[in-house]
T-cell receptor, first 114, second 115 residues
C-alpha cells in the first residue's frame, strides 16, 4: 500500500499564475516532509521541506503547506515560470532511527506554458 | 567534480552479464542510498549505508549486491538480472545525525536496460 500519494500525474498552468501540487499521506508517524524537483536526465534536487511542528514554510516563490489533521501537504509556486516545468516528488519520513529513510510519491509532472 | 556523480549514465546488459554501477559523493556526507525508479512508479529505496555499514535493505533480490568501501563511494553489483529490472537507478547521499533528518542529494542516475 502506497503511504505517500500524488493523485495528479500532471498539471499545466500559464506562466505567471500559481501552481499547486498536492500530496497525501497515510502514515501518522510521518513528521518530516520534503519536495524534490526532477528534470529529464537529471536526479531529483531538493526544493523545500517542512516539519510537523509547522504548518507553513516559505522559500522565495515556493511555499509548502502542511495540514496534519487531513494528512495533506501542498506545494505552491508563485509566480510560475517555464523553467519550473519538471516532475515534482513529495517525500515523507519520521524522525528517530530511520537513518533518513524517505518514502516518495509517484510524482506530478508540471508544465508551465509561456 | 561536485555533488553526487554516477557512472555509467546508460547501461545495456544481457541477463547473463555481470556489471557494476558506481556512485561517488563529494559532499562530505556519511550516508549513501540506492534507489530504483521504474516507469510511473515512486522511487523505491533499495539500500541504505550509514557510516559504511548497511542499515537498511528493503527486501531487494540477491541479484543486486551493494558495496560501500568508504563514505564517498557506493557500488551496486548486478548479475543475472531480469528484463523487469530495467529502470533508472539513483544514488543519493546525506548527512546522518541519527534522529535528525537531512535532505538527500541525488546523482543523475544510471538508465539500465536488461535485454
Amino acid at each position: 500500500d502506497q503511504q505517500v500519494k500524488q493523485n495528479s500525474p500532471s498539471l499545466s498552468v500559464q506562466e505567471g499564475r500559481i501552481s499547486i501540487l498536492n500530496c497525501d499521506y497515510t502514515n501518522s508517524m510521518f513528521d518530516y516532509f520534503l519536495w524534490y524537483k526532477k528534470y529529464p536526465a537529471e536526479g531529483p534536487t531538493f526544493l523545500i521541506s517542512i516539519s510537523s511542528i509547522k504548518d507553513k514554510n516559505e522559500d522565495g516563490r515556493f511555499t509548502v503547506f502542511l495540514n496534519k489533521s487531513a494528512k495533506h501537504l501542498s506545494l505552491h509556486i508563485v509566480p510560475s515560470q517555464p523553467g519550473d516545468s519538471a516532475v515534482y516528488f513529495c517525500a515523507a519520513s519520521s524522525l528517530g532511527g530511520n537513518t533518513g529513510k524517505l518514502i516518495f510519491g509517484q510524482g506530478t509532472t508540471l508544465q508551465v506554458k509561456p | 567534480e561536485t555533488g553526487v556523480t554516477q557512472t555509467p549514465r546508460h547501461l545495456v546488459m544481457g541477463m547473463t552479464n555481470k556489471k557494476s554501477l558506481k556512485c561517488e559523493q563529494h559532499l562530505g556526507h556519511n550516508a549513501m542510498y540506492w534507489y530504483k525508479q521504474s516507469a510511473k512508479k515512486p522511487l523505491e529505496l533499495m539500500f541504505v549505508y550509514s557510516l559504511e555499514e548497511r542499515v537498511e535493505n528493503n527486501s531487494v533480490p540477491s541479484r543486486f549486491s551493494p558495496e560501500c568501501p568508504n563514505s564517498s563511494h557506493l557500488f551496486l553489483h548486478l548479475h543475472t538480472l531480469q528484463p523487469e529490472d530495467s529502470a533508472l537507478y539513483l544514488c543519493a547521499s546525506s548527512q546522518d545525525f541519527g534522529d535528525l533528518i537531512y535532505e538527500q542529494y541525488f546523482g543523475p542516475g544510471t538508465r539500465l536496460t536488461v535485454t
